[in-house]
C-alpha cells in the first residue's frame, strides 16, 4: 500500500473559504498568565489542542487544522500514527522497563540495529552511540564534550545562522543574538563564527559557484594561515539545511569542499541532523546528499517517534572519553526507543524518502507558480519537505546581488491568515521573514495541493493590506 493512501484519514476540500476567528479560551487565558514569559509558539499560534491523527490538529473548539509544523520536525509521520502507537502499546502490553539509564534491554539493542542500518555503511563500519538526554541540545552538548576530550583541543567553528539548541554550550554556537544578549557571557567559550553559504544573500555579495569558492577559501585560509589569529579548533558544527536560521540549504559542493578541508586539518566535523534527519530532506540524512561521512552525527526529534530522545553518533578514533564523561538520567526511554524503531523500519519499508523528496518537490512547484503573481516571494528554498520562503519587500533598495530586502512586517501577517484559514506554519529566518513548511512526511499530493490553495489565499489577503 502507499504512502499516501494507507496513513492518513483525508479531511474533505470545502468550497467556500472558512475564516477562522481567534478568541481567547480560558486554557490560553491561564496559560497566558501562568505559564513563563519565556513561552514562544503560543504567541503566535494561539490554539488550546484537543486531538490530533495524522497531518491535522483539532482545538478545543472543534477547529481543524493543517498542521505543517509538526513538532518543528519531530512527527515524521505526522499525529498518533498506528505503528507507533502500537509500538507504544506493546511496551506497556509486555510491562517492559520504561527507565533503565543506560543498562540495555532487547528493545535498545533493536533501535540500535536499526539505526546502524539506516546509515551509509562507511559510517556504520565504525560507529558508536552515545544516548543523551532527552533532547537535542543535550546532544549538542555531548558533541562538544567529546570532540574537545579527543583532540585536546576546546575552540569550535560554528556558522552564522546556526541553530543547535537553546543550553548555555549549544547557545554559544547559535547565530541569532537574541536569544544570548541577555545573558552576557556565555558559558561556552571559543567559538569562531563562519558565513554560512547563503546563496541568496551571499555574505561575499557574489553567490552560486563564485560564493561558494570564496567561502571555501575563507575557511581553508582561516585553518592554514598562522597569522589567522585563530587557534586550530576541535570541530566544525554545521547543519546541511539550517532550520531555524530560514530553511537555508548549504551547496553540496560546500560541504565535500569543508569535509575535504576538516579531514586534511585534523578538525572533526560534526553535522547537525537534529531537524533535516530521518527523510525530512528526501534522502535519510540530509548528509548523504553530498556523499559524505561526518565524523559525529547528532539526532534527536523524529528520531523518537514522536517521544523525547536523543543520540549522537560518532566516528571510533573519537571514543577516548571515561566512562561516565556524559550521562543523563532519563536516556533510556524505552517506549522512545520502541517508537522509534517503528518509525525508522517505516520510512524504509514504504520509500518515505523518494515519497517526501516527490511531496517537497511538488509543494515547491506550487510556490513557485504563486511567485509569478507575487513578487513578496523573494526566494523558495529547501530539500525535500523542508522548505522556506522568505518574503521580501519588492520596492525596497537591491542588496549587492540585486535581491530587494526582506519584510519582516509581512511575515506574521501571512502566518496569521493561513491559521484563519486552517493551516499552521511558523517562521524563521533573518528578522522573522521566513515561512517555513514543515509537513509531516506522509502528507499526501492532494493534501500538498490544499495546504498551497491556502497558502495562496492567506498571501493574497495579507499583501492585500496597505
Known sequence: MSVATSLIEEQPATSAETLYQFNESPLLARQSQQESNARSYPRRIPLALKRARGIYVEDVEGRTFIDCLAGAGTLALGHNHPVVIQAIQQVLTDELPLHTLDLTTPVKDQFVQDLFGLLPPALAAEAKIQFCGPSGTDAVEAALKLVRTATGRSTVISFQGGYHGMSQGALSLMGSLGPKKPLGALLGSGVQFMPYPYDYRCPFGLGGAPGVKANLSYLENLLNDPEAGVQLPAAIIVEVVQGEGGVIPADLDWLRGVRRITEEAGVALIVDEIQSGFARTGKMFAFEHAGIIPDVVVMSKAIGGSLPLAVVIYRDWLDSWLPGAHAGTFRGNQMAMAAGSAVMRFLVEHKVCEHAAAMGERLAEHLRILQRDFPQLGDIRGRG??????????????????????????????????????????????????????????????????????????????????
Do not use: N, S
Open 385 to 466: 519537505l523542508m522548505l522556506g520562503v522568505e518574503l521580501v519587500d519588492p520596492r525596497g533598495a537591491p542588496d549587492a546581488q540585486g535581491h530587494p530586502p526582506t519584510c519582516a512586517r509581512l511575515a506574521p501577517l501571512v502566518q496569521r491568515e493561513c491559521l484563519k484559514r486552517g493551516l499552521i506554519l511558523e517562521l524563521g529566518g533573518r528578522h522573522g521573514a521566513v515561512v517555513r513548511f514543515l509537513p509531516p512526511l506522509v502528507i499526501t499530493a492532494a493534501q500538498i495541493d490544499r495546504v498551497a490553495e491556502i497558502f495562496g489565499r492567506a498571501l493574497a489577503a495579507a499583501t492585500a493590506r496597505p
